[in-house]
């Protein structure tokens, strides 16, 4: 198979699905190119068809070029269905059965000039087929569990996360099999499609981490289907300066006591909270709880934002993986144990811009680790958040803990911009 073939989906809207589509057209491709492969049919390519025609289609491939397809009336055309890993049971179709926004795996012939392949075969996904497969893995990921990584025992391969309740934290148990697939977000980003094959070894204690799979009944245990994870800094202080032509604010770091140059990039996702949100959950670290007589339910209501959730999806990781639909008590409300996610709070916040700020403001930043000794590059910057940095520590690291911060790409669902 050509090198890069799985690295960078074309198609943005599906990308969070294209990694388990690479690997089924991977072991797709391995069978098609066993016993019986001739060599006019060496050449391979897999894209998202933009077009089609009697003769053919055209396909944009997956290292970014174009490319016609011509199908012969000889040409094997199949369909699988998006998680299968073999022939075994496709199924036939014509070549009017191949739309736009289908994927495809070609095999066959490439034209001196590289631009016209003579399809032997074709294996088709459909689009269809694909948005389905992909509302049920972003459904997953936002009844998945998100946190701060607490400790990681490679011999019974269980990672220890600390993940946000209202009046403190818990510990979540999280066991990987040897399906479990590791992905790991590169230092310098947190897009979900530049996140890359990672190992348990890799995994720190302070690392954030998203996993999708299955919840016990007790929420203490997680059997992961798939875990997302990465490095990065907690940085609180007040806004010395901004400089909106060069993207950056100066910050004063509560921790260090020192100025840092933040910078923000058009991935960046910068959110206001509420001032009623923010004294709330003050008033709740503080251990004021919620008011008296109400249960659960009506905690995670007076923490929602006001008007409806943002519609749609994006290219976010932002921590929750996927944001359409909800789990039971609807956008920011209680999870089946009756604990608010407040990672669909915050994703769910006003979205701000730098000319938004204004100098003296409170603000929580998550920022990759990067390699820049100068300054760091905000993944998520969080205004309004005054009342919860002079109230106790459990405020702030119940937002850090939230999974919010892996904004700007991910599997979150929300999209990222400044």
Known sequence: MRKGIC??????????????????????????TGRGQTPNAAYKATGTVINTEPTGFTIQTDDGTRLTVLLPDN????????????????????AGDIIVGD?????????DDQKTLVAVRAIDMSKAAIAQEHAAESAEWQHGVG??????DPVTNTITISTAVFGGTKKVAIHISKDTILRRYAPASVKF??????????????DQLRVRGTRSADGNDFAAKEIVSGSFRNIAGTVSSID?????????????????????????????MDPMMAQRIAFISKGGGPPSGAGPGATAAAFRPAGPPPSGGGQGVSGGLGSRGGPPGG?????????????????????????????????????SQGTDPTGVTAITLLSGVEPILT??????????MAGWNLGGGAPSGEEGTQ
Do not use: H, W, Y
């Not at 946190?147 to 990681?152: P, T, W």
């Not at 032509?245 to 004063?252: E, F, Y």
């Open 391 to 400: 109230a106790p520590p459990s405020a702030s690291q119940a937002i850090f």
């Open 7 to 32: 690295q960078r989906p074309a198609d943005v809207d599906i990308r969070r699905g294209l990694i388990f589509l690479c690997k089924s057209f991977l072991a797709i491709s391995l069978v098609a």
């Open 193 to 206: 499609e530049d996140a890359r094959p990672g190992t348990l070894a890799e995994i720190q204690p302070g």
């Open 75 to 94: 040409a094997l055309l199949v369909r699988v269905a998006p998680n299968e890993k073999t022939l075994k049971n496709a199924t036939r179709i014509t």
């Open 103 to 111: 994927r495809v795996l070609v095999q066959g012939r490439l034209s």
């Open 244 to 272: 909106t032509i060069q993207n950056t604010i100066t910050l004063m770091d509560l921790k260090t006591k020192k100025p840092l140059l933040v910078k923000f990039t058009t991935d960046s996702q910068l959110r206001k």
């Open 147 to 152: 946190g701060l990584v607490s400790a990681v």
């Open 331 to 367: 956008p920011g409300g209680p999870r089946p144990s009756g604990a608010p996610d407040f990672q669909r709070m915050l994703s769910r916040m006003p979205q701000a811009t730098l000319a938004d700020l204004k100098k003296g403001d409170a603000v929580m930043i998550v920022a």
